[in-house]
């Protein structure tokens, strides 16, 4: 659970104080906390999804991850990577509500789009490296750099205690529409009153929404430059 987490990751802090915003965690500390969210889930995610996905190079590695920490990279788009059919895969990946909304001009929607096109594009690259070894490190001479999704008005759901998200399935508590701010399917989930939310993830969101954090540093054998910039630059703009 979030607690038991917690303490692993930073003993000492009340976990209390800092979700209910009596507190604030250092840079330090929000970095310590989200590179473990990430080892912990979205970096294994990523290998139960993704056939081969340890072979594969930094760059991809981080472009998927990237995909899969953002919530856009679908089952479609995860069946043609692993059919190595890297062309549609990219085709497939921008075929998203949230990217015809930047492409229309929706306010708030910008970064959406140069994030996902440079997703794509990373995709799109390993055309013809249709073995297990797609884009060999030695070869790798760009890193992604994606720019981070907007920050949106959550005022209404934190003034009750709550935190957005896209998915009920981390949410332990109350799961209340028209609460956040954003795409119609972030929605505001309100832990029980004496409970905390019940995992780690939730204390992320909040974290990364309201503290403002500003660097996540990350070391990861194979990804660990891109992977770097990457959540460098998604808790940098937020």
């Known amino acids: 659970g979030a607690r038991a987490d917690w303490k692993k990751l930073l003993p000492g802090v009340d976990f209390d104080k800092v979700f209910s915003k009596k507190l604030s965690l250092t840079k330090a500390q929000a970095r310590k906390l989200f590179m473990g969210d990430l080892n912990k889930k979205f970096i294994p995610t990523a290998k139960r999804l993704i056939t081969g996905f340890e072979n594969m190079c930094g760059e991809l590695q981080a472009a998927i991850v990237d995909a899969l920490y953002r919530g856009d990279l679908g089952p479609k788009t995860q069946s043609l990577i692993n ?3 890297w062309k549609e ?11 015809r909304k930047a492409v229309q001009g929706v306010k708030g929607y910008a970064g959406i789009k140069t994030r996902m096109d440079q997703n794509k594009a990373v995709f799109q690259k390993q055309v013809g490296n249709g073995n297990m070894q797609e884009c060999d490190e030695e070869k790798v001479t760009d890193k992604v750099t994606p720019t981070t999704a ?11 205690g709550g935190s ?9 508590g109350s799961f209340i529409i028209k609460q956040c701010g954003g795409p119609p399917d972030r929605q505001c989930c309100i832990p029980p009153s004496t409970q905390p939310p019940a995992n780690i993830t939730s204390v ?5 929404y309201e503290l403002q954090v500003v660097s996540c ?22």
Do not use: W
């Open 83 to 85: 059919q190595r059919k």
């Open 150 to 160: 907007p920050v949106y008005n959550d005022s209404k759901c934190s003034s009750r």
């Open 164 to 172: 957005c998200m896209m998915t009920s399935e981390d949410c332990e």
């Open 204 to 208: 992320r969101l909040r974290m990364t």
């Open 217 to 238: 540093p990350l070391s990861l054998t194979q990804t660990s430059e891109a992977l770097e910039k990457i959540f460098t630059n998604i808790l940098a703009e937020l």
């Open 89 to 99: 895969a990219g085709e497939e990946y921008i075929d998203h509500g949230d990217y």
